[in-house]
């Protein structure tokens, strides 16, 4: 049995959404682990560039960002050629970044289709499409963040839902065409950092109910465990790990 190494000394890796909450927690956990990390964001650019010059602090030349808008996936070859250009390799596809809000359905449009769809579906596609030659070049890792919500509906998100459990079976289909030169996971959050958008204390604590750890996950937790993904799971492929404090068990 070969060991795994335990450092990402001389990789790079690629996190979709990283300028903030679960995303820039991913970059900061990479890095630690001794990766180069590119923080893409769309509209977030303060605090990508913060984060940037945060570990760039730590590690001179470790850290870079790129700004592009997901849902226009004919120019990923492109970027992901620029970003080759500047670090020499990837190694790492994190792919992070989600658009998140209900859609009841007698008010659905097709513009809130294509953007849920479009970010949690279509660009992890295409992105990995545009990344693979450049990961099957170092024997590289693709982890999609998904969601428990994939496999349990959510009321009121007849969208993102179906769009998630598309992501789940992207994960297990491109880790099968994928292999062996590249390993492809997912990580499946449960209640980790509540939405932005003044969620009420009950629908918080009723959701907390649900879960048997009987509280909130944290960001660390996420990381933690693509960090476990990328660097020392080196025979796991095609899997989604649930990181939601047991709650997918049984509610």
């Not at 079976?169 to 958008?197: C, F, K, Q, Y």
């Not at 048997?212 to 933690?224: K, S, V």
Request: proline content about 5%; aromatic content about 4%; charged content about 15%.
């Amino acid at each position: 049995m070969s060991a795994q190494p335990d450092t990402l000394d001389g990789q790079w890796a690629l996190i979709t959404g990283a300028g903030r909450r679960i995303g820039a927690c991913i970059a900061r956990t990479l890095h630690a682990a001794g990766a180069g990390v590119v923080i893409h964001y769309r509209a977030s650019a303060a605090p990508a560039d913060a984060l940037a010059a945060e570990l760039n602090a730590q590690r001179d030349g470790s850290a870079l960002t790129v700004r592009a808008d997901l849902l226009e996936t004919g120019g990923f070859t492109d970027i992901l050629a620029g970003i080759v250009a500047r670090t020499g390799r990837l190694d790492i596809l994190v792919n992070n970044a989600s658009s998140f809000y209900p859609t009841p359905l007698a008010s659905i449009t097709e513009q809130q289709w294509d953007d849920l769809i479009g970010t949690n579906l279509k660009a992890p596609l295409f992105l990995s499409q545009a990344a693979a030659p450049h990961l099957q070049a170092v024997g590289g890792v693709i982890v999609n963040i998904v969601d428990i919500h994939a496999t349990r509906p959510l009321r009121n998100h007849a969208v993102y839902g179906p769009a998630k459990a598309g992501l789940a079976m992207l994960t297990r289909s491109l880790a099968r065409d994928l292999a062996p030169a590249i390993r492809v996971n997912g990580v499946s959050p449960g209640a980790i950092l509540w939405p932005e958008d003044d969620m009420s204390e009950q629908i918080k604590q009723n959701i907390i109910g649900q879960v048997p750890m009987r509280r909130a996950g944290t960001p660390e937790d996420i990381a933690g465990c693509v960090l476990y993904l990328v660097r020392d799971a080196g025979y796991v492929t095609g899997q989604i790990i649930a990181v939601d404090g047991g709650r997918s068990i049984g509610w």
